[in-house]
């Protein structure tokens, strides 16, 4: 180990972690750094609570689980003793004012500064004023010779002046640890949030980013660097794990990098697919589930959720189940099929007209003198749900629900039916965007996908009109509008919190406009006991979109 003169080299581990799982984090940040050994680095820059995982949410509100991290980052520090390179790593750390989110730097055996996070976000997604509280004004860290500063995360997306204030403490790098989770067109933004620091402090930023699925999250990596006049320095890929190391070398007293990878960045729909998928697999897998199950109809929503699990975890891990009724049409028999068939997959058919017949029995004294209507159709997505759930039980298997956002929304689902499921890869996916993954996924094979080239999703499928197929002749619009004008106005209502008049305005009639908020409003209650799903939009269900169910507010101008 000696003083950094006029080469200083960073390696940056964009890995993927998992929540609570100290010691196996312990272990990754130990390979990182062995790594970084082996590729010459100084230090290894490693992302936002690492040792934790992010985001641990009340998991820091236990003592025992804040010991366990501060002791992991205390191994670490001691194991830099042996004069390899040092490390910048996050955890949740318990000091006399409270929990913080924070930064240990540690070299020579020793960690040599803590930095705690001041601006802690509290919105979307994020609840860190929760669980943390905020920390001191920000100050750099000298080492091997090289004043660093470290903004965590949020502190660069603001007017907080962090990064300033840093500057003209005399930082000469500033090094950015974030777990930045992924929505469509993220990567722009970051850039631009990055940029905006660059030119304000005339320094340069590397942007070190978490990767991999946590819950609803998925973080995609993607770290970069600009030097400080502006250029991009370098790109790491996306929705891939990586310690690379980066070249940086001074020359009139400024630092910048010199060698670093520029990584080819996935287009919009390659990237939600891959969202999809890397969410699905680290739920799957970080939950210990072998396998998993799911009602393939002959529909798009569950031929792409089939793909997607196929992709995700392998065919011989995913089981799926055609269950017909009397309505259920020769083509979906035919398209199910040949579904599974080119996914390589497990494939069984169980009729349900035994186990409907059952239910209406049982139920005839009782429905007596009752027209036959939602309640029958909705029998037959219940005795599907029960099938699968028997399956899950029986095997293992986790149940994948498959309804998709503009469904969800309106309420187009069966709870205790079709909503069964422990995880939905497609949940924050509007129909018509599941249109276009389809056609994207025929065409394509995305990096890591386990799945097969071709056309995995039958063109038929993705061509005829959609059904729920639980009465003669349906199609879903009967009941909605058709899925372009629903899906916009959704949007409207949903990402874009518009007001009715303004959705109107658009060209929508404003009776459908009226409808479609009351059905949006009304289904919250079945949107609280559905599974979670990928995050893709900046405003899914759940952690983003937080309404009453108990609610009686309708815009009307």
Not at 191 to 206: D, I, K, M, S
Not at 462 to 479: C, F, M, V, Y
């Amino acid at each position: 180990m000696s003083t950094i003169t006029d080469v200083f080299r960073i390696a940056v581990a964009q890995l993927n972690p998992t929540v609570g799982d100290v010691s196996a984090n312990l272990a990754k940040a130990r390979e990182a750094r062995a790594d970084a050994a082996r590729q010459g680095a100084d230090m290894v820059l490693m992302t936002e609570l690492f040792i934790s995982g992010y985001p641990p949410e009340d998991l820091v509100l236990k003592p025992a689980f804040l010991k366990a991290c501060l002791k992991a980052v205390e191994t670490l520090a001691a194991e830099t003793a042996d004069g390899g390179p040092g490390m910048v790593i996050g955890f949740p750390r318990q000091s006399e004012t409270g929990r913080h989110n924070s930064i240990a730097v540690l070299d020579g055996g020793k960690i040599l500064a803590f930095r705690d996070k001041i601006d802690l976000p509290n919105y979307g997604e994020f609840d860190e004023k929760r669980v943390f509280v905020e920390g001191g004004a920000p100050t750099t860290v000298e080492f091997r010779g090289v004043r660093i500063g470290i903004p965590i995360c949020e502190e660069i997306w603001n007017d907080m002046q962090v990064c300033e204030t840093l500057a003209k403490g005399g930082a000469e790098i500033l090094l950015v640890p974030n777990g930045s989770p992924y929505y469509r067109g993220k990567i722009d933004v970051r850039h631009q949030v990055a940029l905006r620091q660059v030119e304000l402090t005339g320094l340069p930023l590397l942007f070190a980013n978490q990767l991999g699925g946590q819950d609803e999250l998925v973080f995609d990596g993607a770290s970069f660097a600009y030097n400080a006049d502006g250029n991009l320095a370098f790109q790491m890929s996306q929705f891939e794990d990586s310690v690379t190391t980066t070249d940086w070398k001074k020359k009139d007293g400024k630092w910048a990098c010199h060698a670093g990878p520029m990584s080819r960045l996935p287009d919009s729909e390659e990237a939600d697919y891959r969202a999809c998928v890397l969410g699905f697999r680290d739920y799957v897998n970080k939950n210990g589930f072998k396998n998993v199950v799911l009602g393939l109809s002959g529909g798009i929503d569950s031929a792409i959720c089939a793909a997607i699990a196929v992709d995700a975890l392998g065919e011989e891990r995913v089981r799926t189940v055609m269950m017909p009724y009397r309505y259920t049409s020769a083509d979906s028999l035919v398209d199910a099929e040949a579904c599974a068939k080119a996914l390589g997959c497990h494939y069984d058919v169980v009729a349900i007209e035994e186990p409907v017949g059952g239910f209406l029995s049982a139920l005839s004294d009782l429905f007596e003198g009752t027209e036959t209507g939602i309640t029958e159709e909705n029998l037959q997505s219940r005795a599907r749900g029960t099938i699968l759930m028997a399956i899950s039980n029986k095997f293992g298997s986790m149940v994948v629900t498959t309804g998709n956002k503009s469904e969800v929304s309106v309420g187009y689902c069966t709870l205790y039916g079709d909503m069964n499921g422990g995880f939905n890869p497609i949940k924050d996916l509007y129909k018509m965007q599941v249109y276009g993954l389809s056609r994207w996924r025929n065409a394509h094979v995305p990096p890591g996908a386990l799945g097969p080239s071709g056309e995995v999703i039958p063109v038929n499928i993705i061509d005829k009109a959609p059904s729920a197929e639980l009465r003669p002749n349906q199609t879903d619009q009967d009941s909605l509008p058709p899925y372009p004008m629903l899906d916009d106005i959704l949007e409207c209502l949903v990402e874009k919190e518009m007001a009715t008049e303004e959705i109107i305005a658009r060209g929508h009639d404003a009776a459908t406009v009226h409808r479609i908020e009351h059905l949006l409003y009304i289904a919250e209650y079945k949107r609280r006991q559905s599974a979670p799903g990928v995050k893709i939009t900046q405003k899914n269900f759940g952690r983003d979109r937080r309404y009453p169910i108990t609610n009686r507010f309708r815009d009307r101008g």
